[in-house]
């Protein structure tokens, strides 16, 4: 799957290229790169507890390359950039809260507090970045660039789920809500990734940008969690996650 992602990213890529080349224009590239936190709303921890949100947190690093038009004409695709983009995200979980609480004495809250894991993943796809002014349109009297994105995403993600009580799937070491619902190993799962975020330019061939993103996941096993739904209905929806870039962006003629 990861390859035909792969494929269909570059399809798309030669199709845009070749529609501004066909008489309506041009073309310029960029490659950018950026890192940043990322905090996930996973199956660690009870719902709605922004500790586990807070403290179930990792890191993104990334590379993007950015396609956009240069049209003889004033046109919408002035307003739009192709963003390709290759990142590996790695963070690790624990449960937190009332339920495992140090002064909690109980089986329940022992095992939970016993149990952790971690995910990382590769995702490759693309975003279409939309930008309601003009792409790179600095002549506003002001050095940002605004934008919003949307795009799918694959995600080659590996997952681990573990306790210091022992080895998962024993009555010692998991709790009853986890048995059958934790897993290790790997899998392809896809999401679809938005952003909020802005340029700002540093000069004319380089610029900075932040941006606020968020990624939601086709899948409930990303965190390596998954408690039956029709027995604990308060597991409601799949993992996402959201995460805070800040990144270069070099300009091509």
Not at 98 to 121: A, C, H, I, P, W
Not at 151 to 180: A, C, D, F, R
Request: charged share 15%.
């Amino acid at each position: 799957m990861f390859k035909k992602a792969i494929l269909f990213i570059s399809i798309v890529t030669i199709s845009i290229s070749a529609y501004s080349q066909n008489g309506y224009g041009g073309s310029y590239t960029e490659v950018g790169v950026f890192t940043g936190p990322v905090f996930f709303k996973s199956d660690y921890g009870e719902r709605g507890n922004f500790e586990n949100f807070e403290k179930n947190n990792g890191f993104t690093i990334g590379a993007s390359y950015y396609l956009s038009t240069i049209n003889n004409f004033k046109g919408l695709e002035d307003n739009f950039k192709l963003r390709l983009e290759l990142f590996y995200t790695k963070a690790d979980f624990k449960h937190y809260g009332k339920y495992v609480d140090e002064t909690s004495t109980s089986v329940f809250g022992n095992q939970l507090r016993g149990m952790y894991g971690s995910t990382s993943f590769s995702s490759v796809g693309f975003q279409v970045e939309y930008y309601p002014f003009k792409t790179d349109d600095y002549d506003r009297g002001s050095s940002f660039s605004p934008y919003l994105s949307l795009g799918p995403h694959i995600n080659y993600v590996s997952v681990t789920s573990k306790s210091t009580l022992g080895e998962l799937g024993t009555y010692i070491s998991t709790p009853q809500k986890y048995m059958g619902g934790f897993r290790n190993g790997a899998m392809t799962v896809a999401s679809l990734t938005g952003a909020i975020g802005t340029r700002f330019k540093l000069s004319d061939y380089h610029s900075l940008f932040t941006e606020l993103r968020a990624q939601y996941f086709f899948s409930d096993w990303v965190d390596g969690l998954n408690p039956n739904k029709a027995i604990y209905t308060e597991n409601k929806s799949n993992d996402w996650c959201v995460g805070l870039n800040l990144g270069y962006i070099y300009y091509f003629n």
